[in-house]
Structures are given as structure tokens and as C-alpha cells.
């Protein structure tokens, strides 16, 4: 007995799957990768498994050989971590996901009667059972950005002054330093008096220009800071020379946070 296996057939499952992975562990981790590097990542996936595919090997080498090189580039490539310990949590939750996929598949070819009597294509089962878990995660991802803890944001001034405030990831920040195109988080304007309490507020000075809803926009106040620290997801992240901007009123309404985190740093 033997089967023919198209490598176009193997390529297209395999970039699909590869493709809902890289969404769910970039919405699961708040990750920022770009659509262009999470299809560019799914493809070098897909080719990645094909090339493994056709190796004279024996099927356990061949599974190790996917998940290592495969799937430990794939991801190295798409999300860019900057520790060990970054790369092993990315790498933890695309085996969890996959696993969540193969076995939502095998649930419907074994107990759902239409997959298990009518020959429905893998390929149609992938993107059935993919776009199940993309609405499910939706759905739960809209629960957990309502309930999504505060992070403790530690800020260093050029005095050697620091303080700690309360952020939250703000993905609709779209602010840049005009010169060195640096992304631009904004701080409360009474956090920022604590901080540079030691410092002439006219030195240093940049003006970020700021557009809002239902506003023509402005310039805002921008500083540059030497550090600032925080954790996310277990991982201590450490960003050099960040530019803050500094909001005039208050970043939050309830007062429950200070500051305005870009979404670009989380990839720093």
C-alpha cells in the first residue's frame, strides 16, 4: 500500500495551521507582530515542514526535526524574543494551542457525523476548526482586556530619580518622536512632576505632535528617560532611551492607572 501526497496540498495545510497558531499566541502574549511577518513566518513554517517532509527519515526523527527547526525558527523569526525564557513561554503556548487544534479535530471526525460520513478535505477541517478557536479566543480575549491587570511601570529620570506608576497597554497609541521616529507612551502630568521634580522641564524638551477623536489635534510635552522596567506575562522587560509624552489631564478617569504604554515596547 503506498500514498500520493501533493507537496502544494502539505504546503497549504500546513501554512494554514501554522497561520492560526502565530494569531493566537500573538493575541494570548499581547505581542505586536505585523500581519506581513506572521504570513511571512506561516509560510517558512509551511516550506520548513514540506523540506522536512521529504528527508529520509523515520517519522519520530521527522516530528523532531519539524518542531526544533520548524517550528522553534518559525517562531524565533515572527516574534523576535530577547531571552531564553521569552522564547520557551512563545514556544509553551504554540504546543498548547496545537494540541487544543488536534484535538478539537479528531472530536469532530470521531463524533460529529457529517465530518465522520462525507468526505470533507483536512484542509476544510483546519480552517473550520481554526476559525472556531479564532472566535472562541475573541470572545475570551474581550473578557480578559476588560479584566486585564494593571502593570507596575518602574521610570528612571536623568537624575537617577525613579518611580513606579501604573500602566496599561494601550494599542491604539500610535504617537512617534517626529525626529527619531521612537514610539511615544504618555504619562500622567502629575506623575511626571514627582519624576522630574530634580530637573529643569525646558531641557530635553521635544514637541509631539497628537491627533484624537473629535479633536483637530496638538503638541504635546515629550522627555526622553534613560529606563524603564516592567513585567508582562512573567517576563521582566527593560526598554533604553524612551520618549514620554505628557497628557495635560488625567491618562485614566478612575484614577486606577498613570500611564499609557505603547504597544511597540512589549517587542523590545
Known sequence: MHYEIYIDSLFL???TMNLYLL?????????TATRFRLFLGAAFGGI??????????GIAFKILAALVCTGAGMLAFVFKPDTIKAFFKIFEKMILYALLMGGGFLLLRNHVKPFREHMIPLTGMLAFGGILLLVFYRKTGERVREERELLEVRL????GLQIAVKAIIDTGNSLKEPISGKPVSVLDKDAFEKLWQQE???????????RSVGCEGGIMRGYE????TFELDGIKKCCRNVYIGVSEGAVSST??????LHPELLEK
Open 200 to 210: 529643569d522641564v525646558a531641557k530635553g524638551f521635544r514637541a509631539i505632535p497628537y
Open 255 to 260: 484614577r486606577h492607572y498613570q500611564m499609557l
Open 23 to 31: 494569531l493566537l499566541v500573538n493575541k494570548s502574549l499581547h505581542r
Open 156 to 159: 528612571l529620570a536623568k537624575s
Open 13 to 15: 495545510l500546513n501554512f
Open 225 to 228: 528617560l534613560p529606563e524603564i
Open 48 to 57: 520548513g515542514y514540506c523540506m522536512v517532509f521529504v528527508l529520509p527519515l
